[in-house]
């Protein structure tokens, strides 16, 4: 077993004061806090985190569109719904943070069919019908498509209105095909386009793979998560849904 | 399982309908068509975690045996990658639910854990029927096409130290020759004579006696989130009493960087 850390992405000096001083620290080859700190904007750090590479101009523009629209799933979403729970009753932000992410890796809505979404679009080609057979391949235990919302037939204006602000970008290719094609894919899904098929577009767009799309969707939802978590800590729980039970073992209900 | 449609999820709004009970405030809690509290009288904490999840009142036997699968693989060491987590939390003074909460997650692993104890309660789940030459020959099909085997072999040393103690708990429990349970030895055998040197570990002899004993796959699943439970509290406490950042402290040069060579950020 291995006594040290192996790493392509950290690199400092030892300083001779300390065993656990560094210093000349650097991130992929680039002077952190001489060089990034100051010139790199945060998306251009985020994608130098998760390619090793610095960001083109177009890459880091179409970036920087997706994380504002990721930013906050809004207070309907299973993952900010889980973190207001922690929030609602007093847990710490970090604990409204875990429970997020929990339910933000699900197969459903979450990073699980995000994946199944990239794997759709990054294979499907421009042909209407090899799309829909990719999101077929891609399809859950019930048929359901990944990137489509089974709460309802049709796709959510807000949804359309993220589409057409991303595919704006210069680099949109797979944002734009879906964005012409929206109206057909719904009524063959049956069912609306959901943000986590935008998102999917978007990281296919911009070359991610899998383990770096689920990276950045995951990471990206998490300011309006808590935002959303801290805002329930300062409301009294009686403001906050706790919802009916109906036991059906039980004959006479509370 | 069937399509759901959109006004299914309407008819779902404001209330859930269970069969599992729930809380009743200021009058009763209620589990599976019991009251929690009279139905629990007599019986063990658990008890009532094994009807709770199953709905099945299993024998004592089978709750000792299950109970036993917890222990033997409840390890204080705060090395081991899962424990670690919630040492650190300890040692970083993050609170016990964060800290063992996170150890609980990563548990969700794949060389260990959850990972392979699946993957060998559903390989030995489809193959206990099989003939001793068409179970080595879906293991070793197994094996060229994904390299490893859940259950067989051991990422930190090849023998399991649990087996024996637990195989001693199942025979003196009546459990040890159950169909999947002989499986899982059959396997190790065809193994052992053929050149894969990987020896049966913990993940397959606890997914045999969760088979054997009908459990199924998302009893398993939750099980598993939870039996290495018992070696995470311990770890967090001892090192939130310890030095505060006293836990694996590292150096400067214990991290060896690959990457690339110095260069600079783009205009």
């Known amino acids: 077993m291995s006594e040290r850390i192996h790493t392509r992405i950290w690199d400092e000096s030892p300083d001779p004061r300390s065993p656990f001083l560094g210093q000349n620290v650097r991130l992929f080859g680039y002077d952190y806090y001489g060089d990034l700190v100051g010139r790199a904007r945060w998306v251009e750090m985020l994608w130098l985190l998760f390619t090793g590479e610095a960001p083109t101009p177009d890459q880091s523009a179409l970036l920087e569109r997706l994380a504002v629209a990721l930013a906050n799933p809004g207070p309907r979403d299973p993952s900010v719904h889980a973190a207001m729970c922690g929030g609602v009753g007093g847990s710490p932000p970090a604990a409204s943070l875990v429970a997020a992410l929990a339910v933000a890796s699900g197969d459903h809505g979450g990073a699980g069919e995000l994946r199944r979404a990239m794997s759709a679009w990054a294979t499907a080609g421009e042909a209407f019908d090899r799309v829909t057979d990719?999101?077929?391949?891609?399809?859950?235990?019930?048929?359901?498509?990944?990137?489509?919302?089974?709460?309802?037939?049709?796709?959510?204006?807000?949804?359309?209105?993220?589409?057409?602000?991303?595919?704006?970008?210069?680099?949109?290719?797979?944002?734009?095909?879906?964005?012409?094609?929206?109206?057909?894919?719904?009524?063959?899904?049956?069912?609306?386009?959901?943000?986590?098929?935008?998102?999917?577009?978007?990281?296919?767009d911009l070359g991610m793979d899998l383990d770096q799309g689920e990276a950045l969707f995951l990471l990206l939802r998490l300011p309006g998560t808590l935002a959303h978590a801290v805002e329930q800590s300062g409301k009294r729980h009686k403001q906050f849904p706790f919802f009916a039970l109906n036991d059906i073992t039980r004959s006479d209900d509370a | 399982m069937s399509r759901v449609d959109p006004k299914d999820y309407e008819a779902r709004i404001g209330h859930v309908t269970t069969r599992l009970g729930g809380f009743f405030p200021g009058h009763s809690a209620r589990v599976r068509g019991h009251d929690l509290h009279e139905f629990t009288?007599?019986?063990?904490?658990?008890?009532?975690?094994?009807?709770?999840?199953?709905?099945?009142?299993?024998?004592?036997?089978?709750?000792?045996?299950?109970?036993?699968?917890?222990?033997?693989?409840?390890?204080?060491?705060?090395?081991?990658?899962?424990?670690?987590?919630?040492?650190?939390?300890?040692?970083?003074?993050?609170?016990?639910?964060?800290?063992?909460?996170?150890?609980?997650?990563?548990?969700?692993?794949?060389?260990?854990?959850?990972?392979?104890?699946?993957?060998?309660?559903?390989?030995?789940?489809?193959?206990?029927?099989?003939?001793?030459?068409?179970?080595?020959?879906?293991?070793?099909?197994?094996?060229?096409?994904?390299?490893?085997?859940?259950?067989?072999?051991?990422?930190?040393?090849?023998?399991?130290?649990?087996?024996?103690?637990?195989?001693?708990?199942?025979?003196?429990?009546?459990?040890?020759?159950?169909?999947?349970?002989?499986?899982?030895?059959?396997?190790?055998?065809?193994?052992?004579?053929?050149?894969?040197?990987?020896?049966?570990?913990?993940?397959?002899?606890?997914?045999?006696?969760?088979?054997?004993?009908?459990?199924?796959?998302?009893?398993?699943?939750?099980?598993?989130?939870?039996?290495?439970?018992?070696?995470?509290?311990?770890?967090?406490?001892?090192?939130?009493?310890?030095?505060?950042?006293?836990?694996?402290?590292?150096?400067?040069?214990?991290?060896?960087?690959?990457?690339?060579?110095?260069?600079?950020?783009?205009?």
């Open chain 1, 134 to 204: 990719a999101l077929t391949d891609q399809a859950d235990d019930t048929g359901m498509w990944p990137g489509f919302s089974p709460l309802s037939h049709h796709t959510a204006h807000s949804v359309l209105d993220c589409l057409a602000a991303l595919g704006r970008a210069s680099l949109a290719r797979r944002l734009t095909w879906l964005h012409q094609h929206e109206p057909s894919l719904s009524d063959a899904a049956r069912c609306g386009l959901s943000l986590t098929g935008v998102a999917a577009a978007a990281l296919t």
């Open chain 2, 41 to 267: 009288v007599d019986k063990r904490w658990f008890d009532l975690y094994l009807f709770s999840l199953t709905g099945r009142e299993l024998g004592d036997n089978e709750r000792d045996m299950l109970e036993a699968l917890w222990t033997f693989t409840s390890y204080p060491d705060p090395r081991i990658w899962n424990n670690r987590v919630a040492a650190l939390a300890g040692s970083s003074r993050a609170s016990a639910a964060l800290g063992i909460g996170a150890a609980i997650a990563v548990t969700d692993a794949d060389i260990y854990g959850l990972g392979p104890c699946l993957a060998a309660f559903d390989f030995i789940g489809a193959h206990v029927a099989d003939s001793d030459e068409a179970l080595l020959q879906a293991a070793t099909d197994k094996l060229r096409r994904e390299r490893r085997l859940g259950g067989y072999g051991r990422p930190v040393v090849a023998e399991d130290e649990r087996i024996a103690p637990t195989m001693a708990k199942a025979r003196a429990l009546g459990l040890a020759d159950g169909p999947h349970v002989r499986t899982a030895f059959r396997l190790d055998a065809l193994l052992a004579e053929g050149r894969w040197r990987m020896r049966i570990n913990y993940a397959a002899l606890c997914s045999a006696l969760h088979l054997d004993i009908g459990l199924t796959r998302d009893d398993y699943e939750c099980i598993l989130a939870t039996i290495f439970l018992g070696g995470m509290p311990p770890v967090w406490k001892e090192h939130n009493q310890e030095a505060a950042g006293g836990l694996f402290p590292i150096p400067v040069d214990a991290v060896h960087y690959d990457g690339v060579t110095p260069r600079r950020w783009p205009d």
